[in-house]
Structures are given as structure tokens and as C-alpha cells.
């Protein structure tokens, strides 16, 4: 089970949470990027990057016997700020899709580059897995 944290007098954020708090196995998943299980780039655009690291993450979440709803925290790492905020709107659709939820505390932030060249999006995730759902 976890639980989204919010101070006191605070305006809900849009599209994430402030904190999370969770008991549980811990899942700590290694930045995942918009390629395939054979290392393939199916798609060159944000959103479909974007859609497919989720993806990604999920699937490693799912070999610990985690589902979306035990993810807490995600930090998403971009290299282009405007192209993540044009493609706003498909990536929310897409982790709606995934994920469902957004009671996860989440960070983004703008990098220069990342390792692999085509890369658009990269996502490191934790997720706490409740003792009752092992």
C-alpha cells in the first residue's frame, strides 16, 4: 500500500506527487529507454519513446512480481525540454494507459545527452512491492 503525501494548505500537483510513502520490497529499476527487448528504437518520436521505456519499466517491475500501482518514485531524464512539452498531451495518454495513477513522487529533468544516440527519454524507476501482493 502507499500513500501519496501532500503538506497541509498545499495545491495538489498536476501529473505527480510531492512524496510517497511505502512498506514493502524495495524495486529499484535501472533507467530504461525507448528501445525494444532486442535493443531496437521501434519508434523515433518523444511519445512513442516515452511510451516504450514506461513499457520497459513495467516489464522489469513485472519480474519482481510488481504491478504500476507499487511504483513511487520515477525520474525521468530528457534531452529536449520543448519536445517532452509539445508531446505532453501523447505521453500523458500513453502513462495513463500503463500506468494509471499518479500518486508517484516523480523529477524530470533536461540533459545534454544521453549514452545512446538515439535515445530521446531515459526513466529510472523505484517501486515498493507490499508484502500482502509477493
Known amino acids: 500500500m502507499k500513500k501519496a503525501l ?3 494548505g498545499w495545491t495538489r500537483p498536476r501529473g505527480y506527487a510531492n512524496g510517497v ?3 514493502g520490497t524495495q524495486v529499484f529499476i535501472a533507467g530504461q529507454i525507448g528501445w525494444d ?3 531496437r528504437f521501434p519508434c523515433r518520436d518523444f511519445a512513442g519513446q516515452a511510451a516504450q521505456a514506461l513499457r520497459n519499466v513495467l516489464a522489469v517491475l ?3 512480481g510488481g504491478r504500476p500501482e507499487h511504483l513511487v518514485r520515477m525520474t525521468w531524464y530528457v534531452t529536449d525540454k520543448r519536445e517532452y512539452l ?3 498531451q501523447a505521453v500523458g495518454a500513453a502513462f495513463r494507459e500503463l500506468i494509471g495513477d499518479y500518486d508517484i513522487a516523480m523529477s524530470a529533468v533536461q540533459v545534454v545527452a544521453l549514452i ?3 535515445a530521446r527519454v531515459e ?3 523505484t ?3 507490499p508484502a500482502e501482493a509477493g
Open 86 to 88: 509539445a508531446a505532453r
Open 116 to 118: 545512446e544516440d538515439e
Open 62 to 64: 513485472a519480474r519482481a
Open 127 to 129: 517501486a515498493v512491492i
Open 6 to 8: 501532500l503538506p497541509d
Open 37 to 39: 527487448e532486442h535493443g
Open 123 to 125: 526513466i529510472e524507476a
Open 21 to 23: 510513502a511505502a512498506a
